[in-house]
């Protein structure tokens, strides 16, 4: 199929056409890139782009043997609160695959609680500075799927 598109293209010598970069085996190249515009982004066995993979020119190539997974809502909740460098503003608290943690905790004001699989908080499970944290488990069994 790649060297088809290839060919096809080619023949109809579209000029600034991206031009499919195939293996010797005639299967597309993980990593490909558009000698026109510079930019290039990761495509699966079957030529299709993945999502957030795209990079402009002059930048680092993508990583096609393990391409990055998407943020998750609550990493990017996290990184734009970080980049910003917001004092005192509450950080959520991911876990290792993205998800929310389900006990959240504001540094700045000693604040905890927990929160359902969307970030949101559970009623009821705020608890002030220099008490018992709340019981995310017991709280979270009707929220979290």
Not at 114 to 119: E, K, Q, R, S, T
Request: proline fraction near 9%; include cysteine.
């Amino acid at each position: 199929k790649c060297e088809q598109e290839r060919d096809n293209v080619t023949v109809k010598h579209m000029i600034g056409a991206f031009i499919p970069q195939c293996d010797e085996e005639g299967h597309y190249r993980p990593l490909q890139c558009h000698p026109s515009t510079g930019y290039c982004w990761c495509v699966n066995s079957t030529g299709q782009k993945i999502e957030g993979t795209n990079t402009p020119p002059g930048t680092k190539t993508p990583n096609c043997e393990a391409p990055e997974r998407r943020k998750t809502k609550c990493e990017q909740e996290r990184d734009n609160v970080t980049v910003k460098h917001m004092i005192g503003a509450f950080i959520p608290q991911c876990d290792e695959e993205g998800h929310y943690r389900p006990l959240q905790c504001h540094p700045s004001t000693g604040y905890c609680w927990c929160v359902d699989c969307m970030g949101r908080e559970i009623a009821g499970t705020n608890t002030p500075p220099g008490t018992k944290t709340p019981n995310c488990k017991a709280a979270g069994k009707k929220q979290w799927h």
